[in-house]
């Protein structure tokens, strides 16, 4: 199993391979294209701010390859917003993969969300053994409502959405790298997605 970690300074990746590893898998950090397209599995972490994020894929050219890789791909946190049509952190344009705006939350409760939360309306194989209302940790500002993409919903002063699932695209707001043992089962089950059922 190749699994290709996307290198574009904007990510907590080392906390992912130290996860990846506890499962028994190793991976590789890169921004290779074509290391990239011929992974078994992609994962697009993120940590930071969107437009810069965004300016680091296109001087890689990775905002090409990304939106038209086939094999199953999980975003994580800013990853996921990326793959969003726009976000307005930055008023940064994303990568069209998901048909949907990432907005600011507008809210009396502290923003950032920072901590752990529940998850519920679990919509996917990505959710394999995890009970509904389990806790994950997220850290945002910004968030997707929710969405005919929606596999998972969380709530912070609203509903809003979690996770995602688009043909062999998937994405995560929380962190599931820091999410304990049920978030190395969420990276396990995406590792072990039958890819006929992302088609």
Known sequence: ?????????????????????????ESELTSDAETIKTADRVIFPGVGEASSAMNMLKSTGLDTVIPNLKQPVLGICLGMQLMCNHCEEGDTIGLDIFDVDVVKFKTDLKVPQVGWNIIFDLKSELFTNIAENSYMYLVHSYYVPTHKNSIATSDYGL????????????????????????????LKNFINLNIRSTK
């Open 1 to 25: 199993m190749k699994i290709a970690i996307i290198d574009y300074g904007a990510g907590n990746v080392k906390s992912i391979e130290f996860a990846l590893q506890r499962l028994g898998y």
């Open 159 to 186: 509903n809003y959405s979690v996770a995602l699932h688009k043909d062999n695209f998937y994405g995560v707001q929380f962190h599931p790298e820091k999410s304990g043992k049920l978030g190395e089962e969420i």
